[in-house]
């Protein structure tokens, strides 16, 4: 099978795009076909287009929209490495940056210049993102001078506002209710954590609790197996309290969502790139992905946690209160690959806890515009 795609980088990741029309109808063999294509499971699918980590291993499916005032549809997936399965239960903020792009490529918008402004339907959250991106000649203009850590080189600012996103997978900014509590986890002991969702669930733990300062190195995070399976553990038994997934079938059937997320105050530490100095944050957080730390802090993740910073109570707001009082707008996330500001506004109606703005700044430009060729195989 010869399958029109295309690869964009979209922020500091890199999915795979496709039009809806161009995969099988039927779920199931549309998921054979994009494993395949991915050269999944395999560790370092070798054989198709993933690039073996879960910034890289992303897919996007695109079509028009079924939802009024609203432009297209957009679907993301995570797509399993060494398991067969994608997870379609949450989004990606930085795909979301290419999917204005990719529409446009494939004539599903028009284009306006100088800016080119689209509503898109994410179809695993149920929300509404506002994309609004540069456009000459009918075409993206990638090329700026706009900067965002975890990429190198700079481009086009792309503005993102994730609209109404507080419980895009569980109906619920605090699934539970609950600012914080205590859970009892089997090998990790008793823990203080803050389950929150906007634009994507997040359970977030003080990184002190699992026995870090929070000025680790991206390497000493990444190659500590023991820390990634506690993160684990502990993200598989809130998948069961969230209600996503039973504990026992969360990292086979659900393993993107919810996620997890270890925070720390305020300190410097080494990128790839350089220092972050203390004084640039307003805290520090690592998170992870399909169970492997992931290299640059998601957009939906940055989101998530400039809410719980700007809700009262959660362990990422005690946090954020010690250094920022005055409670500006904007929350500034240091992250292993640098950092990432987002623009967080949170009101009350009628006596509850809404997520009223949630905006922010990517880059993306296309890789690759062709075909992967995938054997008629898998569907046998």
Request: proline share 7%; aromatic share 6%.
């Amino acid at each position: 099978m010869k399958i029109p795609c295309a690869i964009y980088r979209g922020g500091t990741s890199k999915p795979i795009f496709f039009l809806e029309k161009d995969l099988p109808h039927d779920a199931k063999k549309r998921d054979q076909v994009v494993l395949a294509a991915f050269g999944s499971p395999d560790l370092r699918q070798i054989d198709g287009l993933g690039g073996a980590d879960p910034l890289t291993s992303k897919v996007a499916y695109i079509g028009p929209p079924t939802v009024p005032n609203t432009d297209i549809n957009y679907t993301f997936g995570y797509v399993g490495i060494i398991q067969p399965v994608i997870d379609y239960t949450g989004n990606c903020g930085n795909t979301s940056a290419a999917v204005g792009p990719f529409a446009l490529l494939r004539g599903l918008i028009e284009p306006k210049e100088p800016v080119t402004k689209v509503r898109i339907y994410n179809t695993n959250t149920k929300k509404v993102i506002v994309a609004e991106f540069p456009v000459r000649d009918g075409d993206l203009v990638s090329e700026g001078d706009f900067r965002i850590d975890g990429v190198p080189g700079t481009g086009s600012k792309i503005l993102l506002d994730f609209i109404n996103s507080g419980g895009a997978v569980t109906g619920k900014l605090l699934p539970t209710g609950k600012v914080k509590e205590e859970i009892r986890f089997p090998t990790v002991g008793t823990l203080t954590v803050s389950m929150v969702d906007a634009a994507n669930p997040f359970v977030f733990v003080r990184a002190k609790d699992l026995g870090l300062e929070g000025n680790e190195t991206l390497e000493e995070i990444a190659g500590n197996d023991e820390l990634l399976k506690k993160c684990e553990e502990i993200r598989s038994i809130v998948a069961e309290i969230m209600g996503i997934a039973k504990k026992e079938d969360a990292t086979r059937l659900s393993p993107g969502v919810p996620k997890i997320a270890f925070v720390s105050p305020p300190t410097s530490y080494l990128t790839p790139k350089g220092k972050v100095d203390a004084s640039e944050v307003d805290i520090v957080a690592w998170m992870t992905a399909l169970q492997k730390l992931h290299k640059a802090y998601a957009v939906t993740g940055a989101v998530c946690l400039g809410a719980a910073a700007k809700i009262d109570g959660t362990i990422v707001n005690g946090i954020y209160r010690e250094v920022q009082p005055g409670n500006p707008p904007a929350v500034r996330i240091g992250h292993p690959s640098g950092t990432i500001q987002v623009e967080i506004e949170i009101e009350k109606r009628n006596g509850q806890i809404e997520l009223s703005k949630a905006a922010l700044a990517r880059t993306a430009r296309m890789i690759m515009d062709g075909y992967v060729h995938v054997s008629d195989r898998v569907l046998r």
